[in-house]
């Protein structure tokens, strides 16, 4: 039996997690989300630029993951940076819990999207880079620029 393409919709990167921190390992998570909530990421209302995630009695917690006010939503509309659970198998939440407890890592968001008509968010273990680590990052990024226009200018 052939199972049917999954259905995928980025809605927002955390390209600033990639210069911050070095990503260990990634796991994708649900998110518990209000009706106003999923309308307002719907339609790209997210920030993920200071979010990260943390552990707490058992369960993962989202924190200040910014969704903008539904503009449909009135005396319903929800608090834009409350704490959100994500939704995690017991075994991975072990798992990544013991990691980070034993080599000093955090849980920083990379990605927003939705997936078969659920909000999804991809979490990573990462480490925190120096400010060394991110000069080097610049420089092979330049680098890597400067290789590609003289690939075109040859051609």
Do not use: C
């Not at 393409?5 to 990639?18: E, M």
């Not at 990421?41 to 707490?56: E, F, H, K, T, W």
């Not at 834009?80 to 072990?94: D, I, M």
């Amino acid at each position: 039996m052939t199972s049917a393409p999954d259905r995928f919709k980025k809605i927002t990167d955390n390209r600033k997690a990639f210069f911050d921190y070095a990503i260990e390992d990634r796991v994708e998570a649900g998110i518990v989300l209000s009706g106003t909530e999923i309308k307002a990421i719907r339609s790209g209302q997210v920030n993920l630029r200071d979010s990260y995630a943390r552990i707490q009695n058992g369960e993962m917690w989202l924190y200040n993951m910014h969704i903008s006010l539904w503009r449909g939503g009135g005396p319903w509309n929800h608090e834009p940076l409350r704490a959100r659970k994500l939704l995690l198998h017991k075994a991975e939440l072990a798992r990544l819990g013991l990691k980070a407890g034993q080599q000093g890592l955090t849980f920083v968001p990379l990605r927003l999207y939705i997936k078969n008509h659920r909000a999804k968010v991809e979490i990573a273990l990462a480490k925190g880079k120096r400010t060394f680590d991110k000069r080097q990052t610049i420089k092979r990024r330049e680098s890597d620029r400067e290789m590609a226009r003289a690939i075109r200018q040859r051609q």
